[in-house]
DNA sequence: TTGAAAGCGATACCAG
DNA sequence: CTGGTATCGCTTTCAA
């Protein structure tokens, strides 16, 4: 186990000062060739490795940034959403000496505690809810922040798919195939995604000239899928496809169509939102609106590093294409 | 944006010296009732929170481990496995100060050069595969390693399910309810997990005094299920029940015996390993063995944490037990 | 039990 | 362009 070599142990090989030392290493223009070359080679032999600590105590940045993600929202972590995001995020910053910190929040009182400039460089919020008042007071603390998903009302710095977009993709896909009598099941209201979804759904049924009355909610579950279904057959027998606002919900539609000897997509066609692995396996294999969850948490860092670098605007947004996924249900 | 208070600023309140300060922090036996109460309240008071690079730089401990996860391995992020592991992980360090690192391995030469005891205390890595060199790297270099998942060859601490177990559960399960011609779609024998279900099954075969004669192998996909189970099916059209050593595989299982128009679980019963959001969703749901994923992770850290203390045994291996979660589809 | 003083390993400023 | 020096905030002797 051995010790790892010092800074001063690198000038001293090298025939120079710490000074110069340390310019070469944070890449100073202020370096001679000479210096540079006698410098990296005395790195290189000694194997030297710039003692993060003693940096971040002097420069007042710590070089990390916090992933924070809500304990109780057990979604994210039985979701691959999460982790594609984590995947996305770490991407980011693959060439940028900067560190991942996760914090999975318990206790949000603790967590504003210690997320301070002390401890993170900033932060990147993996919220589902609009009402998150933690960004805001991270800001007002100097903090920078970035959330996942589109805050519903709080103003903030957000990376979103363009949920509006994808729902309609969806139900645009339904229309083209000659389906009459669409059918939408929606998301919870008091969450952006849930309105944005709906939003679109509905823009689309306008645009194709057709009548957005068969609209149930729910909360993104199975079983409400299921439910608002049954609700919408209720009214709308003559019902031919179903847009939901999640793939849970649109499994859960597949069930009591099958329930119902409906045939899919022959009776009815049904398109989900998210084309996770539920989709990918429902039976018949589900049509999904594809989000570029990998690519929102990259984003995310950059936006979050520009903002620390103090290059990005106060509270920009950056929100990205969705596509949709064609499978066998419609 | 307040400035956070010094160590020294704290002692100035309290009117005592920095080394009082510091005991009492730290929790040092040797310091008085008194002077404990005045620290506190000058803690209190100015919101203090102790500078970790400082004391880092000094401790030469970092207060943080690294959960390590392979980049090439896609399916930990597009698997809600991952997102369990960190959420157990993250829950094992609750109460410990101690901060969770995540990296993502790209490039494991580099990886390998940064994992040192100047950036982090120990190690927690995901590994699907057995033959890691990373863990011996790191002990070698005095960085304390926790496995999960058994590695395959190399010895190293580790967590894992009782894989064997979980198989011989679920083996048990089809014996019992009257089946007679087990068929086993079995995963690669090239990882630990592999090896383990299909020795876990073929024991429970034997114990029913039932013939293991019904073995194909795939690589714990849906079409490498889909694909063995046809194989067993020519040999031995009489099936009567599958265990699948996944999910996926399980799931391509079903959509084989669909398509054959045989009844599931009337003509064939099938189970899973995973209990997944795919053997939830899988018409009809799958019975499925479910691995403890997030008290893997706790775990984990448990034993790290005990390494890095030094309290531990030097090659520790903990084994969790699964339970079998009985669905539709047996 | 306590305070004072000496570092930990880097950066940044300074005069040269 | 360069080397010395002060400094970051904390822990840890050491002497009192």
Redesign the pocket.
Known sequence: MKERP???EVARRAG?????V??V??GS????E??RAAVNAAIAELGYI??RA??S???RRTDSVALVVPESEERFFTEPFFGRVVRGVSAGLRDSEVQLLLAIAQDRRRLGHYLTRQHVDGVILLSLHGEDPLPGELESRGVPAVLIGRPLTTPAAYVDADNAGGARLAVEHLAASGRRRIGILAGPQDMAVGVARLAGATEALAAAGLPADLVAYGDFSEASGAAALRELLDTAPDLDAVFAASDPMAAGALRVLRSLGRAVPGDVAVAGFDDSVIAEHADPPLTSVHQPVEAMGTAAVRLLLDRIAGTAPDRPAVVLDTHLTIRQST
Chains 1, 2 share one sequence.
Do not use: K, M
Not at 16 to 20: L, P
Not at 29 to 32: E, I, L, T
């Open positions: 010092t800074l001063e120079v000062g710490r000074g110069t340390s310019r290493i944070n223009p202020r370096a001679s000479q210096a710039p003692n003693a940096r105590l002097v420069t």
